[in-house]
C-alpha cells in the first residue's frame, strides 16, 4: 500500500513565523502535490513537482514556496505565516503517468496562524 | 476553467439504504474522473477512479459511473452502513495532466 506520511497532525504558529510542512510517500512516486482544504472553497492546489528540484505553480502559490531535494519528500514552505493561512494542508502523490494513476493522499495537518 | 460541483452539499439515510451521489464538471475533456472519500479531520482516501474511456468502475458496495458528453458522474452505495458516513469528493484530471480539480462535497450520514 501507499503510505504518505506528513511531519505534523497540528501546528500552531504566530504571525510572522518561518514554517515547514513535511511529506513524506514511500512508493517512489515521480509526483508530489500540496494542496489546502477550506470550508466552502474545497481543495485548492498551492505546488506540486514532477521529479527532484522541479516545481509548478498550482492555483494559489501566493505567500509558499516548495523544495523537493529527495523523491520521497515534498516541503511547503510559509516564508512568513498570516492568519489567512490558517487550514488544513494536505499533500499527495502519484505515479508519473497522467490519466490512469489515483493520487494518494496524506493525513493531513491542521496548521492555525495567530 | 473546470468546475467540479455535486449537489446535495449533505445528505442523511437510514441505515440499508441505496443511495446515489452526484457529481458534475463542465470541460468534457477530461483524463479521468476520480472519487475520494475524507472522514472529519483526517486526509482523503481513494475509492474508485474511471478513466475517460470507461463508463464504470466497482468496487464492492460501492459502483462509479462516468458520462462525459453530459458531464455527470455518479456514485451508487449499496446497503448503506453507519460507517459509510463521512465526505464524498469528487475530482477530475483535465487537460495537460496533473492537476485535479475538486467538487465542495456530499457530507453523507448515515443513521441507525
Known amino acids: 500500500d501507499v503510505k504518505v506520511t506528513q511531519s505534523s497532525r497540528y501546528l500552531v504558529k504566530r504571525t510572522g513565523e518561518k514554517v515547514f510542512l513535511e511529506c513524506v510517500q514511500d512508493m517512489d512516486h515521480e509526483n508530489m502535490f500540496w494542496y489546502r482544504q477550506d470550508p466552502g472553497l474545497g481543495l485548492r492546489l498551492i505546488y506540486f513537482?514532477?521529479?527532484?528540484?522541479?516545481?509548478e505553480k498550482g492555483d494559489i502559490p501566493e505567500g509558499y514556496s516548495v523544495s523537493r531535494e529527495k523523491k520521497e519528500r515534498f516541503s511547503l514552505i510559509l516564508e512568513s505565516a498570516s492568519t489567512n493561512q490558517t487550514s488544513m494542508y494536505l499533500c499527495a502523490s502519484r505515479r508519473r503517468l497522467a490519466g490512469d494513476n489515483e493520487q494518494f493522499f496524506g493525513p493531513g495537518t491542521r496548521l492555525t496562524v495567530l | 476553467k473546470q468546475e467540479v460541483t455535486q449537489i446535495p452539499a449533505a445528505l442523511s439515510v437510514p441505515e440499508g439504504e441505496n443511495l446515489v451521489l452526484n457529481c458534475s464538471f463542465t470541460d468534457s475533456a477530461i483524463y479521468n474522473l476520480q472519487w475520494f472519500r475524507q472522514d472529519p479531520g483526517k486526509g482523503l482516501t481513494s475509492l474508485l477512479l474511471i478513466q475517460s474511456s470507461q463508463r464504470e468502475q466497482t468496487s464492492g458496495r460501492l459502483n462509479a459511473s462516468l458520462d462525459k458528453s453530459s458531464g455527470r458522474s455518479t456514485l451508487y452505495i449499496a446497503a448503506s452502513q453507519p460507517g459509510d458516513s463521512a465526505t464524498y469528493l469528487c475530482?477530475?484530471?483535465?487537460?495537460?495532466?496533473?492537476?485535479?480539480?475538486f467538487g465542495t462535497g456530499t457530507q453523507l450520514k448515515v443513521e441507525l
Open positions: 513537482s514532477y521529479d527532484v528540484k522541479m516545481k
Open positions: 475530482a477530475s484530471e483535465g487537460g495537460g495532466g496533473n492537476k485535479l480539480t
